[in-house]
């Protein structure tokens, strides 16, 4: 099964056709585009007439920031990956992150689109206006391609079928992740997008294994509930619990002989002394 299938296009220097799409299950634009004339209605065509799940990055940003009557075909399966410059370019200067999270909660919510801003601990935000902060990554990401790497892991998840929100969260974590696997080996200054790509094995097999684990707890917790004399701290439990019930019926049962023994001891002392003062 090939990796990739090439598509040649009719410029030998810039993207100027679209293909018959109807094959493919999602499209993404951006990395490595350009911004030619034709390009750009190769991007609003795309745009006109795919209804799918599309990962928009790069100069497929830069063509929008810069012909802002593409904002309007956007749609709730697009989802946008811009770095912090590119969303400016898409809304203007911010003057620090409570503005910047301001005009994206604003941009979602007027155009309908699910949203990674990468950064530092990168946004994931929905059209809805619901926002969500990775914490997987490190400074050794900011390298030229490293968002490409994202776009394509991106694509991968969307063609897969899963809604546009699990695609961002799961995206942006495991693109995160192989970073920080890379960064204690490599270090922050060691890292480059491409060893990224290829680490994303190593990130997939690290997540897998805790989803595993946590099947097995959870497997594990379900037996015990559907069947508890297998648990031995639950028979240990039981066990001391018939003791101590044990205990208490014996020390009633002392105390009852007890008092039987003081009350027959007593009236034999009543019948003597009445037996000497009747003589």
């Known amino acids: ?64 920031a810069e012909h802002p009557e593409l904002l309007t075909y956007l749609h709730e399966r697009c989802l946008l990956t811009p770095h912090v410059k590119e969303f400016e370019r898409l809304v203007g200067k911010c003057a620090n992150d409570f503005v910047r999270l301001n005009k994206l909660v604003i941009f979602l919510l007027q155009y309908k ?27 050794g990401m900011a390298k030229g391609g490293s968002g490409d790497v994202l776009t394509g892991i991106l694509l991968a998840l ?37 060893m990224l790509a290829q680490e994303l094995g190593h990130a997939w097999k690290r997540i897998e294994k805790k989803i595993m684990e946590k099947n097995k707890e959870e497997a594990l917790l379900k037996s015990r509930i559907a069947s508890p004399y297998t648990d031995t701290s ?27 023994k003081q009350v027959t001891v007593g009236k034999m002392v009543t019948t003597t002394a009445s037996q000497i003062e009747g003589r």
């Open 1 to 64: 099964v090939p990796e990739a299938v090439l598509d040649i296009d009719t410029s030998r220097k810039h993207c100027a056709h679209v293909s018959d799409l109807e094959i493919y299950n999602a499209v993404a634009i951006g990395p490595g585009l350009g911004k030619h004339e034709e390009t750009v209605n190769v991007v609003r065509k795309l745009m006109q007439t795919w209804d799918g799940p599309m990962i928009i990055d790069a100069d497929g940003l830069n063509i929008i």
């Open 234 to 260: 639950y028979r240990y439990k039981k066990k001391s619990i018939a003791f101590l019930y044990l205990l208490v019926i014996a020390l009633v049962a002392l105390v009852i002989f007890w008092s039987v």
């Open 113 to 139: 689109v699910y949203l990674i801003l990468k950064g530092a601990y990168s946004v994931v935000a929905t059209p809805e206006g619901k926002i969500f902060f990775n914490m997987s990554g490190n400074p």
């Open 158 to 194: 969307a063609a897969n079928g899963l809604n546009l929100l699990d695609v961002a969260r799961i995206g942006a974590f495991v693109h995160g992740l192989a970073a920080d696997i890379l960064v204690e080996e490599y270090g922050f200054r060691g890292i480059t997008s491409g």
